[in-house]
């Protein structure tokens, strides 16, 4: 009875040890991850590396971490989906249960319900073969020829019977043979076009079969058969028989890695197992998978994945990858490590835990054990215990063990020392408590003497000479600039003890004393959140929100390296620790690792699931990391030097104007072409790419660019971008990944993306809209020219038409009959010996002839020149008239006579009429008025009045012109540009008045 004691003494001293059972990072996939349906039925994992989730309500697949669903809407033959298999094309092909199968080309599906040649709609297995697909179904089996999708039944496989349905398929020499779950196992020659079926063995309850190189196995009712396949061929009896559940599929996933996934049904015994030896080793624990129903398996070897597909619990993502490996702790929050003396120490919520180095148990400290150190002490100290002085914590003696909080564990003096809320502890390596020291400080260090350091944060710093008699030196913060405050981290190296404060910056402790780095204006930074040591010595100083700080103390304080934060992901740095030159920097999104100025992160993605991290510790190639369910390991060796992450980029969706590109543009959900010419109005684009081959597609962060020349865009987690209101133009669009997984940077030309110019901006239609402006200024040229010529034509005929009017107006004016009168006038002179008036006539004649010479070549004359040449002609007309007639000339008051021009010899000929015509020699007394007046400002109006005799009528309403007014009106209609009337006569027996619209050059008024 006592040894039954002592054994269940020791399981409960061991039990700590036991619970730390290693696990692998694990993800699930539920509906809330965008699965459609948490019952999983089917998994596959095709050639192009994507996840094919095969559910009770539609298939999922998953591509750089989203989930794409799809439904019968989509094309799908029915909901239900139990088996998936990819052919020699590349197809995916889905077994439905219930209606038929379906194909997925890459583009569409095409479903094939029960009526195309299924022999039944309820599909359980597929089977590829070169050129064929192989459907094995509830009852019977079926063929599918990839290249015409035709589907041919194979009758003879009818079996009629509740236990008929096909549970598997395998080959041998050629062979292909199917297992039945109740009617036993049968042969065909794959190569047929019409195989005979061969029955080869009576062996029943087949529920699924796996195979591991030549040993076949197969799942029955709770337990597993294993045959060699020429002994199961053969007949003969299972070579054992072992296990436990149902296991409904097999996966051999590499060396020494072949996994059952188990469903009692009816049984809690249900879950992932792996194959050893002769018995099934359970693996869901250490999967961290909980679920007991899982029913289907698929592998990513690239990634190390394996996926298990639940029919409750969705999918599983379990990360094979052994550089992390998660220990669960019984889920205890893991406060802080030591590695010392070929030991490992975990302090951790519960308590302290001691092993060896290789995991042996030592001893397991709990909160109840510490407290009753603690009680001990109060009862036999009572009079001793410390009081609440120099701002310093007051124990609180009466905290339960189930309150006690635990702070720092520190290695000194070959023991560990422990720090709680009920005071601190030495422990030596065996687990013994050496001394309880009664003081509450949550960082705790010591001097390079190996002298015990008590801070408060904000009551100054105790330096115990003697923890057992308590006998101290207090060294207050209170004007005292050198003491450190709010202290973060106590650190010892090279003879000095380093403290961080979070208000105070980095102080240090000698033998000379405390030293402030900034007070002393040798390190300005005072917000120091983190501190590490390496074992170069290299101080690393981690800021609240500033940069990361390198330093070197050696002959005076010397910053080496300044990081930026925004180069590590993450707000708040957690922890820091340093591996050969990398620095190791925990934050709330994961570890990152600095080197030489890159960054590479690992986070859930790589496996560190928990990312609530409280401490971390390197020792030899291993990462410890303490979080608060448990702690991680990594192999920092294979970490930091990751293989390359080879990808390429795809356009995975376009939009344009907010509409989708058609679905028919895109192949296995990539654009199918590598560019895309828009119109101009089309210029607003939505584009969605992705990552194909990326091994963590989620740790890339992408910037993009639309020519060379442009600048980056910032970068981006979302690998999409959106571009509004593009002018016209060509882009070859670039894009830029940050690969936070390796710290590299990789450029990609995504796509060739050209927006047209609209129509009228086309260089054609440009270069045409040039030609026919040049046509036309040509032809209008031509037409000015055209015009021009004729206008100079009519010119040259109007100047010819003047000059012969001229002419022939001087003729008129210089007609024989007048020059005969003026000569007979002087001749008169003559012979009467009056030769005064014989030389003054020929003065006046020759003036009127050297005028009207002159006058005759000019275009344009002044109406007073005109009017003189007028009163010289009238006064030789009225003197060889003998001076009878009273004539005069008068001007409209405010016409200036030298500022008006017209064309000269107009009106001579009128006059001349009057002369001859109006007057005749008996008549008793002649009157000539000659009047001018503006009419307007192109006009003047000349009025020409006499009493005389008038002119005849020759008929009604049209008078008889003579030559001269008929010369006169031509002249005035050539130089007005219109053919009109422009002299009225007005004539009866008592006189005539001619009216005469004259066009004037120019009229000042």
Known sequence: MNRIIQFFFFLCLLLPFLSTAQQYPTYQYTT?????????????????????????NGISVKENGKFLNFFTDDGLAFGSCWAIAEDSKGQMWFGSYGGGVSKFDGERFTSFPLDSGLIDARIRHFFPYKEKIFVGTENGLSIIDIETDKIKPLEKSLLNSPQSYISGFFLHEGMLYYTTYGMGIYRLDPELIEPQIEKVSEHQLIYAIGLNGSQIYLSNKGHIDEFEIKDLIAGKKPLRSFGQSIVWDYLNAGTNQFYLAAWGIYANNG??????????????????????????????????KLYLGSLNSGVYAVNLDKNIIYHNFEEKEVLD??????????????????????????????????????????????????????????????????????????????????????????????????????????????????KFIETNPYGGVRI??????????????QNQPNTPTNVTRILEYGGKTYFSSVFEGLFHYDKEGFYSYKNSGKLEISKIKQMHITKEGKLILATEFDSIYVAEDRNGLKILETIDRNKILGKTVLFLESYQDHLLIGTEQGLNIYHKGNVSVLDDEQGLIHMLFKTAKVI????????????????????????????????????????????????????????????????????????????????????????????????????????SYLPAGTYQIEVEVYDQYTGQTSIFTLFDLQILRPYYQNPWVISLFIMLIIGLAFLIYKARIRKLKREEAIRLDIQMQLSETKLEALRSQMNPHFIFNAINSIQYYILNNDVDLALEFIGKFSKLIRKTLSNSSQAYISLSEEINYLETYIEIENERMGGRVDWSIEVEEGLEIKNVDISPMLLQPIIENVFVHAFPHNHPNPVLRIIFSKEDEQMLRCTVKDNGVGIKKVKTNQLRESKGMELVNKRIALIFGAEKQFIEVVSSESGTEIQIQIPNKSINS
């Open 464 to 477: 115990y000479e003697n923890l057992g008699q308590m006998d101290y030196s207090y060294f207050p913060y």
């Open 32 to 56: 809330l991850n965008g699965l459609p349906n948490n019952a999983v039925r089917a998994l596959y994992v095709d050639s192009r590396g994507l996840l094919w989730v095969g559910t009770e």
């Open 337 to 450: 490590f030591s590695f010392e003396k070929n030991q490992k120490a975990i302090l951790h919520e519960g308590g302290l835990s001691i092993t060896s180095f290789d995991g042996k148990p030592i001893k397991s400290l709990s909160k109840s054990e510490l407290k009753k150190v603690v009680d001990e002490y109060v009862k036999l100290n009572k009079s001793k215990l410390p009081k609440y002085e120099d701002d310093f914590y007051e124990l609180d003696y009466q905290t339960a063990a189930e309150d006690v909080l635990f702070y720092e564990l520190k290695f000194n003096q070959n023991s560990y020392w422990v720090s709680s809320n009920i005071g601190v502890f030495q422990i030596d390596l065996t687990g013994r408590i050496l001394i309880y020291v009664p003081v509450h400080t949550f960082k705790m260090g010591f001097t390079p003497e190996g």
């Open 620 to 723: 030899d190639d291993l990462l410890y990391i303490g979080t608060t369910r448990g702690y991680y390991t990594l192999h920092l060796p294979s970490i930091l030097e990751p293989e390359t992450n080879q990808f390429q980029l795809a356009v995975s969706y376009i939009e344009i104007n907010q509409e989708p590109v058609p679905e028919e543009d895109y192949s296995w959900f990539t654009y199918k072409y590598d560019q895309l010419r828009l119109p101009h109005d089309k210029n607003t684009i939505l584009l969605k790419f992705k990552a194909v081959g990326s091994k963590y597609p989620e740790k890339l962060m992408y910037r993009y660019r639309l020519t060379y020349d442009d600048e980056w865009s910032p970068f981006s987690p979302e690998p999409q971008f959106f571009l």
């Open 271 to 304: 879950g992932v197992y792996t194959l050893e030896k002769e018995f099934l080793k359970p693996m869901s624990q250490i999967f961290g998978v909980d679920a007991t129903d899982i029913n289907s398996m698929t592998y990513l070897a690239d990634k190390q």
